[in-house]
């Protein structure tokens, strides 16, 4: 029996508020209980250091009440990893984090540890990750990862940030929704667009959406739809 | 010498207007005394099938007085290739467009023929493809090609669809500027932000932006800037 336990959130800032503020009772209450939680800062978002990414993190995880170190601070990353309580893996770059764990070789024992109950939060591309592959990221492949299957945390792919059409726009580039109908023609996993605001938890095979937002479902050969925090997502779990 | 003659528009179609109509002028002086163009039609926007497409484009260059047939239409694409006057590679996703151009083995064949003197127009993805690399597209990776490296026809990359941040803007999503300069932590190359009704018209050596808006340049390590279609672009070749 898997024993995950993830926090998989769209976004780690909503506009008007600070950084984690929006989600930061649901953050208490997920690592209840833990002294010290592992940052991953691989995505690196603008192309900041690992140090000064850590630093953005661990000062909210201290005013939340929890102890933090950046992975990258670990001679042996993996072992840290092994030994680890709890993860939190921050916003940036989908393709440069991946690609920094396939290449430290940290796929693996995040996988199994996670279905061991070690603690899962993501944020962004930190959630992007967890889903079967990151062939659904916004991001800029900025860098070229030898593979895009991540950790398969869920048997489903995310779009963080997603982000509806603009009624308004001049702009001819695709829509987000166009993007992933496109994704749709060459991959068949379910796609769900998970709204700034919004967050799934994910415990064991139970999975909620929380925040006050409705998600996107996207099917392949299907109309997309909307599902409300209050319908039953146990189907994403069930593929 | 390189004989390269090349259109690299920033997109097929601007607010408000048909498919290629705001920049016909300059398609029809592009291609004169060509009488077919070879369409590549391999970037599929939205999935549809490459005849579907095919049928798009093909309408407007025979309403501009030129032939057209789909690169798929051929048996030897290759061939086709060594014996065309002219292509043009139509715009939707990078990613399925490049991946289709290296497991079709036509990269080399593109670039030697460009380098001869074969006229390439591209749009979107078709522009995208003109650079040195992919790593700066805006497109979804719906799939994975094994290199990000591109036609390599001009020694800089291209970020078509250019888009100013929007002061306005709730969403949390990096803005384009901020995607670049991710970029430039890995990358060393030049940068050029083609807006929406933009395009680069280069042959041999000599480059020049037209349309009526400026461009905007991305240098690793320096504060990004615009130029007009009156400046002098040849610093770019000359890399």
């Known amino acids: 029996m898997n024993q995950r336990n993830l926090l998989i959130v769209s976004t780690s800032t909503v ?20 002294e010290e939680v592992i940052f991953i800062p691989f995505a690196r978002p603008g ?10 993190a661990k000062t909210k995880f201290n005013e939340l009440g ?4 950046g ?10 990893l092994e030994e680890a309580k709890a993860i939190f893996t921050g916003g940036g770059n989908t393709f440069v984090l ?25 944020t962004s591309a930190g959630s992007n990750i967890t889903g079967l592959t990151i062939n659904t990221t916004n ?13 398969a945390l869920v048997p489903f792919n995310l ?17 987000r929704e166009t993007r992933i ?6 991959n068949d996993q379910i796609v769900v667009g998970l709204r700034e605001g919004s967050w799934l938890h994910v415990s064991g095979n139970k999975i909620t959406l929380e925040g006050p937002l409705s998600a996107r479902i996207f099917e392949k050969d299907k109309t997309p739809y909307e599902l409300q925090p209050s319908d039953d997502f146990t189907f994403l779990m069930e593929q």
Chains 1, 2 share one sequence.
Not at 28 to 34: A, C, E, N, T, V
Not at 47 to 56: A, C, N, Q
Not at 71 to 80: I, S, T, V
Not at 181 to 186: I, L, R, T
Request: hydrophobic fraction near 30%; charged fraction near 25%.
């Open 66 to 69: 929890f102890k933090m170190r």
């Open 139 to 151: 991001d800029m492949p900025i860098v070229h990862p030898k593979t895009l299957n991540a950790l």
């Open 181 to 186: 109908k496109e994704f749709h023609a060459y």
């Open 98 to 122: 991946l690609d920094q764990l396939i290449n430290q070789g940290l796929i693996d024992v995040i996988q199994s540890k996670v279905s061991e109950g070690l603690r899962y939060m993501g």
């Open 71 to 80: 992975l990258h601070e670990f001679d042996n990353p993996k072992k840290a």
């Open 15 to 34: 506009h008007g508020k600070g950084y984690l503020a929006y989600c930061e009772d649901a953050i208490k209450s997920f690592f209840d209980g833990i």
């Open 47 to 56: 192309g900041i250091s690992h140090d000064e990414y850590t630093s953005v």
């Open 159 to 175: 779009n963080p940030h997603y982000l509806d059409p603009d009624p308004n726009s001049k702009h001819m580039g695709e829509t």
